[in-house]
């Protein structure tokens, strides 16, 4: 006989309990109630192969049966929708917008109900049911500004043939320090202010470097120079003096000649050496701002465009001032915006600019 025939059926390592036993298993313990000497066991054992080979196929199409079961129900479950997360107005409950309805939902317990935030897109199955948290949306609408309602609600402008809408902050704009005229980027429901974007002419649009330039590097304006130091130095280092005999301070001065002559440069001029000696009179730590503002690029054809660029110059002056800049406006090509009002149809932005 074979070495195949002398194995005892018992190493197979054959379970006693009937229940327990596999089809191979059930075989091992027929075969070992057979007597050593008997004939048809060697046969046994040659089925037995051919039994443990059929098995091992019939293993490998199950296996495969149950991986096309799977795409077959990834191919045929219906899809889930995205909303967008509003808050949560009870315990296990959130409150969500999917195409512009808002639903009240429960929430799958695997997801953390606290660790949702307001703007945030959340995976909602066909029963409604929050299963997923995608985070903040990265794409979407553009608006403005119109005006800030409290510490989490925000007025946007019409444009675009929209009305005017208010928003919700989300959580990333919780403490953002928004105001009119910045852009926003908004969700697709139009519902929650998601991102604070710099604007293409952003509060820092008009900076310009002011270099060391003190008054005796500045030649052939000597007249002019005197006038500037009287109308814009004297009235604010000494104001307790002008303001003792009430007298009238300008607001600003006007620089007029061909280009070249030297305009922008005292412009500069007067910002370093009027931040430097209130620097030394007060002793703080102040820095000029010097915004160099071109008049055309104020103009635009969109109604109420250019009055707003102008509004948000003279907000960024103020919002510097209280930082501790000490701000300079200075208007170049002037006249381009700042004309005499007349009375016609091809002049009606400049008329609204005009002071």
């Known amino acids: 006989m074979s070495d195949e025939s002398n194995q005892n059926p018992e190493d197979y390592g054959v379970p006693d309990d009937p229940r327990q036993m596999s089809l191979l298993e059930a075989f091992d313990r027929a075969v070992s109630t057979l007597p050593l000497d008997d004939f048809a066991?060697?046969?046994?054992?040659?089925?037995?192969?051919?039994?443990?080979?059929?098995e091992e196929m019939v293993g490998d199409a199950r296996e495969m049966i149950e991986k096309l079961e799977q795409v077959v129900k990834k191919v045929t479950s219906p899809a889930n929708r995205i909303g967008t997360f509003l808050g949560s107005p009870a315990r296990d409950t959130a409150q969500i917008v999917v195409g512009g309805a808002d639903y009240y939902c429960n929430?799958?317990?695997?997801?953390?109900?606290?660790?949702?935030?307001?703007?945030?897109?959340?995976l909602v199955n066909e029963a409604y049911v929050v299963v997923g948290d995608l985070g903040f949306e990265t794409a979407g609408p553009v608006t403005k500004v119109a005006e800030v309602l409290g510490a989490d609600r925000i007025r946007v402008?019409?444009?675009?043939?929209?009305?005017?809408?208010?928003?919700?902050?989300?959580?990333?704009?919780?403490?953002?320090?928004?105001?009119?005229g910045d852009d926003v980027r908004v969700d697709g429901n139009y519902r929650v202010a998601l991102e604070l974007l710099a604007s293409p002419q952003s509060r820092?649009?008009?900076?310009?470097?002011?270099?060391?330039?003190?008054?005796?590097?500045?030649?052939?304006?000597?007249?002019?120079?005197?006038?500037?130091?009287?109308?814009?130095?004297?009235?604010?280092?000494?104001?307790?003096l002008f303001q003792k005999f009430q007298h009238a301070t300008p607001k600003g001065f006007l620089l007029y000649g061909p280009p070249g002559c030297g305009k922008t440069l005292i412009g500069k001029a007067t910002a370093y050496n009027l931040t430097k000696q209130l620097r030394g009179k007060s002793g703080a730590d102040m820095r000029e701002y010097f915004m160099h503002i071109k008049g055309p690029e104020i103009l635009n054809m969109w109604v109420g465009e250019s009055e707003r660029m102008v509004r948000e110059i003279f907000a960024t002056a103020r919002e510097k001032r209280r930082e501790g800049y000490?701000?300079?406006?200075?208007?170049?090509?002037?006249?381009?915006?700042?004309?005499?009002?007349?009375?016609?149809?091809?002049?009606?932005?400049?008329?609204?600019?005009?002071p």
Not at 161 to 180: D, F, H, I, N, W
Not at 207 to 215: A, I
Not at 216 to 223: A, F, L, S
């Open 107 to 122: 929430v799958d317990p695997r997801i953390s109900l606290a660790r949702l935030q307001k703007g945030t897109r959340v």
């Open 204 to 240: 820092d649009h008009y900076l310009d470097e002011v270099p060391e330039l003190p008054w005796e590097k500045v030649g052939g304006q000597q007249e002019a120079l005197s006038a500037i130091r009287d109308a814009i130095e004297l009235p604010l280092l000494h104001e307790e």
């Open 326 to 354: 000490m701000p300079f406006l200075f208007i170049d090509e002037a006249e381009s915006i700042l004309g005499t009002r007349r009375a016609s149809r091809y002049s009606s932005i400049l008329s609204t600019l005009v």
């Open 157 to 180: 402008g019409a444009e675009h043939g929209t009305q005017s809408l208010v928003l919700q902050r989300s959580a990333k704009l919780e403490k953002a320090p928004l105001k009119a």
């Open 41 to 54: 066991r060697e046969r046994f054992l040659a089925l037995r192969a051919e039994i443990e080979a059929q």
